[in-house]
């Protein structure tokens, strides 16, 4: 597939929804700035706003996060010489997808309704720009659902059903460094998609309940996101260190042999081998190397902070 059928296929659709979403709220006047006249007419506006461009921001999300993802299972497969677990993998994944789906949405529209029956917006009376609101905030609940939820297993997947089989034989385990960049792509994902909350905030004051579940919201990802990539790079620094005591071992058996006068090509050959593979392990990092995508990871990181400071501070 080239880039321009790349381009249609992963962004055309989300792209068309927000456009769509945009339009009819504005037709229907939640977004007409001539209407917010109160606190009530801001809170529309802003939902009006922000809720189109975070379902849109997510459906991308979890399109580059499922083209990552198979391309990451793919290239680990090669390189670890089990390419023909391939099908295998996805099918599991697809099977996920599809639970995860229909938890998504049976959490999206019981979220919905829990709201519209506190908030009393089930009347048949209401303006045609509540009622177009309620209706975006299925999508809006179910992708925000899928998108932790696809983010999360994806990672813990990859850690349980590649990393684990593989790690411990030879010296594959630095072939996971490859997973433990779709774990940070997909933190990097989730922390810009915390960054358009402050929309939600545009014009009124920020309620102290919502910093609150935005903090643990992002503890959770964090935690969530992060747990299998620390436990695969704790894993490849295990074995890393044990291949080095190995290599290190047989060096000082060669040694040995050559003092006590067992000196030939074939001794000289795995001396050779050996040093270069002990200096191969010794310069390995298992830290992704990256430098574009940790700049990537600390700016967003920081952006998120950030933007409801400034939020914070705007809408005094």
């Known amino acids: 597939m080239n880039n321009k059928n790349v381009l249609i296929h992963v962004w055309l659709p989300p792209l068309l929804f927000v456009i769509v979403c945009l339009s009819l709220n504005y037709l229907a006047g939640s977004l007409d700035l001539a209407y917010v006249v109160d606190e009530r007419s801001q809170r529309d506006f802003n939902a009006a706003l922000g809720m189109p461009l975070i379902i849109g921001y997510l459906w991308l999300a979890i399109r580059i996060m499922h083209r990552r ?20 993998h996805i099918k599991k994944l697809e099977k996920k997808l599809i639970t995860q789906v229909v938890i998504a949405s049976a959490l999206a529209i019981s979220i919905t309704m829990i709201y519209l029956t506190t908030e009393g917006l089930l009347a048949l009376d209401l303006k045609p720009a509540i009622i177009l609101l309620n209706a975006i905030a299925v999508p809006f609940w179910f992708f925000l659902f899928l998108f932790i939820m696809q983010s999360a297993s994806f ?48 014009g009124k004051p920020i309620p102290v309940i919502d910093l609150l579940i935005l903090m643990v919201m992002v503890v959770f990802m964090l935690a969530l996101l992060f747990l299998p990539v620390l436990k695969t790079l704790w894993l490849m ?55 574009m995508q940790n700049i990537k990871i600390f700016i967003v990181s920081a952006g998120v902070p950030t933007s409801w400071l400034l939020m914070a501070w705007f809408v005094k």
């Not at 993802?69 to 295998?88: C, K, M, N, T, W």
């Not at 059903?161 to 997909?186: M, Q, W, Y």
């Not at 074939?266 to 040093?275: C, E, I, K, P």
């Open 69 to 88: 993802a198979g391309r990451r299972i793919a290239d680990f497969l090669v390189s670890v010489r089990r390419v023909d677990e391939y099908p295998q």
């Open 155 to 202: 990672t813990r997947y990859m850690y349980r059903h590649l990393v684990l089989p593989s790690i411990t034989r030879e010296t594959n385990f630095s072939h996971c460094k490859a997973l433990c960049d779709l774990g940070l792509s997909n933190v990097s994902l989730a922390l810009m998609m915390l960054m358009l909350v402050p929309i939600f905030w545009l």
């Open 237 to 291: 620094r295990t074995y890393r260190a044990k291949n080095i005591a190995s290599i290190e071992t047989a060096i000082e058996a060669i040694l040995v042999k050559r003092r006590s006068g067992l000196n030939n090509e074939r001794t000289a050959a795995q001396l050779y081998r050996l040093n270069q593979q002990l200096e191969d392990m010794r310069q390995f990092s298992c830290w992704p190397r990256d430098i």
